[in-house]
Each structure stands twice: as structure tokens, then as C-alpha cells.
């Protein structure tokens, strides 16, 4: 049985089955999203355990991570919380600053690139 391929364009087929076809094949490239860390800042007023719980609760960290990443922004002034794609990152923050504002605290979160 011969097959013809109509609109390959003129590769010498002449139909009897003689010619050649080539069929390339484009890979596409897919590429990474960027991502950005989601950063917490240190205040005076903000209670280490709320910000711990914070950290649990948003961020999914165990007590003792939670602990370590709060301590870091109590000494350093700023403490990395996570990295994420952007949308995450940015719910992540807006998440952290409306629940410090519900429980009156002035807790600040923001994010950069990676």
C-alpha cells in the first residue's frame, strides 16, 4: 500500500513512492518559573510565639523549624521563610499581614526574587 503526504511541499514525489519526506520534529523548551523569597521582618512588638505560630500555620514549618527561622529574624533583624513562585509567594505574604492585622499585630512580610 503506498501513502502519499499531501502539502509537504515539493520533495520530488513524483507518486510513484520513490521520493523522500522528512519530518523534523521541535522540541519545546520549557522554562522554570522564577522564584521569590519570602521574607519576614523583625519588629519590637510582635510576640516570638505568634510569630512562630505563623510560621506553622502559613508556612507549614515544625516547631523547631519555626522557632529557628524566628529567632534568625529576631537577631538579624530579617528571617527566610520560604521560596516560592510568585503567586504563591505573594498569597503567602498576603496571608502573613492580614493575620497580624486581625490580631493587632504589626508584623511585616514581604518578598523578593531569588
Known amino acids: 500500500m503506498n501513502m502519499r ?9 513524483d507518486g510513484t513512492g520513490t521520493g523522500t519526506t522528512t519530518i523534523t520534529r521541535t522540541k519545546e ?8 523569597k519570602v521574607l519576614m521582618l523583625n519588629d519590637d512588638y510582635t510576640p516570638m510565639e505568634f510569630v512562630v505560630h ?3 500555620a502559613i508556612f507549614g514549618m515544625n516547631q523547631e ?8 529574624v529576631h537577631q538579624k533583624g530579617v528571617g527566610v521563610c520560604g521560596v516560592y513562585t510568585y503567586e504563591i ?3 503567602k505574604v498576603t496571608e502573613t499581614i492580614d493575620y497580624a ?14
Open 5 to 13: 503526504i499531501i502539502g509537504q511541499g515539493n520533495d520530488g514525489d
Open 29 to 36: 523548551k520549557t522554562q522554570k518559573p522564577s522564584l521569590y
Open 54 to 56: 505563623i510560621l506553622e
Open 65 to 72: 523549624e519555626a522557632t529557628n527561622v524566628m529567632l534568625m
Open 89 to 91: 509567594a505573594e498569597s
Open 101 to 114: 492585622i486581625k490580631n493587632e499585630h504589626p508584623l511585616q512580610c514581604t518578598m523578593e526574587k531569588e
